[in-house]
């Protein structure tokens, strides 16, 4: 016995309603995850990026990790101020300059430039981590 065609309609809306439910769901969670990226990561600059805008220009280069990680192997010209101190260290950072941020893989530099930006620096840029520095066959000191 066939069923009748009354009901087929009826569950073809049922199942399109369901399709775009979750479809607007998708929608609108991929635009709060890209709004809350954008309030949370720094001005993301790459090792190259780095080398022709500010190799030769006025900034301060941060190494925010450890001070035995910075002992093992750092960029040259850094200065180390490790993440958990640096806000207690703000006077040794400059607000009228351009600051260069960077630690191991770009997790506690994104962590710094989210805590600069929070105290109204303007001028900050995340170079992420050693560990792209290096990959891109440039020294460490």
Known sequence: MKKSNQQQPGRNRL????ALVVVVAVVVGVILLTQNQ???????????DYQSRFASADHVLVDVRTPEEFASGHI?????????????????????????????????????WNLLNGEGYSRIYDLGGVIAWQAAG???E
Not at 15 to 18: G, I
Not at 38 to 48: L, M
Not at 76 to 99: F, H, K, M
């Open 38 to 48: 954008s309030a949370t990561t720094g001005s993301v600059i790459s090792p190259q």
């Open 138 to 140: 440039l020294p460490l």
């Open 76 to 112: 040259a010209g850094a200065v180390n101020i490790p993440l958990d101190t640096i806000s207690t260290r703000l006077s040794e950072i400059p607000q009228d300059r351009d600051v260069v941020l960077y630690c191991r893989s770009g997790n506690r530099s994104n962590q710094a």
């Open 15 to 18: 199942f399109l309603s369901a």
